[in-house]
């Protein structure tokens, strides 16, 4: 196997599999109803708050990967919802669809072997590629997937 498959494939890994971390469908699974929206002990987010952090950050850096009119979201108010929104089962089940979505984009753009990883994204910042955008993606989701799984156990929630 060449190496830019490699690499490839090792991106998807990141995204899709359990490797050393969490992965979003084991943290979901069979979460309660009526949890969505507890904050936990000593947390100014509820679980719902986390997943759409999690979607958010994810589908702002695919849109700053394809988009070329991107605008960066304002920070940090632009990728957390407001502390007190509350969400739905509709709202809670597309935040879920949605992360499913994007991250399946984001694998298509590594897929995709007219897609050069290393290139300069061009209306990015220096330096910034694909290959870099997609391991902050996996370091952030891996991140908060993990922060979801901890405080789920704090709250008994398994």
Not at 91 to 97: G, L, M, R, V, Y
Not at 113 to 136: F, K, S, V, W
Request: hydrophobic residues 40%; contains cysteine; charged residues 20%.
């Amino acid at each position: 196997m060449e190496a830019d498959a490699v690499v490839r494939q090792q991106l998807v890994n990141l995204l899709m599999l359990r490797q050393a971390h969490m992965i979003f469908e084991d943290a979901v699974k069979d979460f309660p109803d009526t949890a969505m929206n507890i904050k936990p002990q000593h947390s100014v987010y509820s679980f719902w708050h986390i997943l759409e952090h999690i979607r958010i950050c994810q589908w702002d850096i695919l849109d700053y990967i394809v988009n070329p009119d991107y605008v960066a979201p304002d920070f940090p108010s632009g990728l957390w919802r407001g502390q007190d929104e509350t969400c739905s089962q509709a709202q809670w089940d597309a935040t879920i669809s949605q992360f499913y979505d994007d991250r399946q984009a984001l694998v298509d753009i590594i897929n995709d072997p007219q897609r050069d990883l290393y290139a300069q994204i061009p209306h990015g910042a220096t330096g910034h590629n694909i290959m870099r955008e997609i391991m902050i993606v996996g370091q952030h989701n891996a991140y908060h997937i993990g922060e979801f799984g901890i405080l789920r156990t704090v709250c008994d929630l398994w």
